[in-house]
């Protein structure tokens, strides 16, 4: 299940977050932006949604807003144990139908150069990429995906 996260889930998200991106601390001799990220206003901004197990147990979650007619998609984590399972792009198939369902155009997107992982995974997806830009320090590779 899918769900808005709560302030009660911010802790486990913080953690999932570390978890899911401190393997890349070494590749980027920095930690990665959404390790830095306040949690606190978008999660009461809607913008942090948790998939949770038949538990209830938070196993990754995403983070996206509105950007003029597109859909930013800013953070996905999933739990290293979770990882592999389709979880992930679950999450990303919800951020998609969150844009539709807004009537947007398009789900917008970056991920560090240094994880190269997430490259394939994305185009995979259907996302194309964009460009690449250093900002705030970090070298971005950008993408977009138009809606249908």
Same mark, same amino acid.
């Given at each position: 299940?899918?769900?808005?996260?709560t302030m009660?889930d911010?802790d486990?998200i913080?953690?999932? /977050?570390?978890?899911?991106?401190?393997?890349? #601390?070494?590749r980027?001799n920095r930690?990665p932006?959404?390790?830095?990220?306040?949690l606190?206003?978008a999660i009461?901004?809607?913008q942090?949604?948790?998939?949770?197990g038949?538990?209830?147990?938070?196993?990754?979650?995403?983070?996206?807003?509105? #950007?003029?007619r597109d859909?930013?998609?800013?953070?996905?984590a #999933?739990?290293p =144990?979770h990882?592999g399972?389709g979880?992930g792009?679950?999450? #990303?198939?919800?951020?998609?139908?969150?844009?539709?369902?807004?009537?947007?155009k398009?789900?917008t997107?970056? /991920? =560090?150069?240094?994880?190269?992982? =997430?490259l394939?995974?994305?185009e995979? *997806?259907?996302?194309?990429?964009t460009?690449r830009?250093r900002?705030d320090?970090?070298d971005?590779? !950008? !993408?977009?995906?138009? *809606?249908?």
């Open positions: 299940m899918i769900r808005p996260a009660a911010a486990v913080r953690a999932c /977050t570390r978890a899911a991106f401190g393997r890349y #601390v070494v980027m930690e932006a959404p390790m830095q990220a306040d606190a206003p009461a901004q809607g942090v949604h948790v998939a949770t038949p538990d209830g147990c938070i196993l990754g979650h995403v983070i996206c807003r509105r #950007v003029g859909m930013a998609l800013d953070t996905l #999933v739990w =144990n990882a399972r979880l792009k679950r999450l #990303v198939a919800h951020v998609e139908t969150l844009a539709r369902q807004q009537g947007l398009a789900v997107l970056y /991920t =560090n150069a240094a994880m190269v992982e =997430n394939p995974f994305y995979g *997806l259907g996302y194309s990429c460009g830009n900002e320090g970090f971005r590779v !950008f !993408f977009r995906k138009p *809606l249908g």
